[in-house]
T-cell receptor
Framework: AQTVTQSQPEMSVQEAETVTLSCTYD???????LFWYKQPPSRQMILVIR??????QNATENRFSVNFQKAAKSFSLKISDSQLGDTAMYFC????????????????FGTGTLLAVQP | NAGVMQNPRHLVRRRGQEARLRCSPM?????VYWYRQLPEEGLKFMVY????????ESGMPKERFSAEFPKEGPSILRIQQVVRGDSAAYFC?????????????FGPGTRLLVL
């Protein structure tokens, strides 16, 4: 069974600085997707970024980028120029899409990292 | 394009009552997923449905919980005879048909409190 581990329960960063959140996962699959979702105080789950395992290039979305190391099963999130609005719980998630057979698209989440951006 | 809609946003029930949570997927999405988030924990998968079909219910408790996604109308997650341990945030997510887009987009969640 797949597992997702986020080893940093809490992190803090100064506004405008850069912070990296860690995520590792365990799977025997070769084709899968990885995601970062953020959950601000409103508790809404918001997609931050997505990475397909078959793509070697790391995904980027404006100030958010990932460092995807497939062999090491590592998927860290880098937030550049941190803003107060980035304060949230960040969840890493794994999915084996059903198009690859035998799976049903369910997301497997880590336990989250609470990020506080300090002014 | 409206996002995933869930209602009610907050629901209070007494032990033994029934809770009914509704989810309307994004326009063009035919896949619905339900997740549960217990206090201070991450989200846990419960069930995956397509129109009129339950595809994977491996995360659903064996008793008291059921889900449906009828041909017309929203998906419903039903919890019968609620207990205090059912207090949690229940999130619905939707995605486009298989092979087109695998990203799941979440609704705002329903916070269930069982007294």
């Amino acid at each position: 069974a797949q597992t997702v581990t986020q080893s940093q329960p809490e992190m803090s960063v100064q506004e405008a600085e850069t912070v990296t959140l860690s995520c590792t996962y365990d799977t025997s699959e070769n084709n899968y997707y990885l995601f970062w979702y953020k959950q601000p105080p409103s508790r809404q789950m918001i997609l931050v970024i997505r990475q397909e395992a078959y793509k070697q290039q790391n995904a980027t979305e404006n100030r958010f980028s990932v460092n995807f190391q497939k062999a090491a099963k590592s998927f860290s999130l880098k937030i550049s120029d941190s803003q107060l609005g980035d304060t949230a719980m960040y969840f890493c998630a794994f999915m084996k899409p059903s198009i690859y057979g035998g799976a049903t698209n369910k997301l497997i989440f880590g336990t989250g990292t609470l990020l506080a951006v300090q002014p | 394009n409206a996002g995933v809609m869930q209602n009610p946003r907050h629901l209070v029930r007494r032990r033994g009552q029934e809770a009914r949570l509704r989810c309307s997927p994004m326009k063009g999405h035919s896949h619905v997923y339900w997740y549960r988030q217990l206090p201070e924990e991450g989200l846990k998968f419960m069930v995956y449905l397509q129109k009129e079909n339950i595809i994977d219910e491996s995360g659903m408790p064996k008793e008291r919980f059921s889900a449906e996604f009828p041909k017309e109308g929203p998906s419903i997650l039903r919890i019968q005879q609620v207990v205090r341990g059912d207090s949690a945030a229940y999130f619905c997510a939707s995605s486009r048909p298989q092979g087109a887009e695998e990203t799941q987009y979440f609704g705002p969640g329903t916070r269930l409190l069982v007294l």
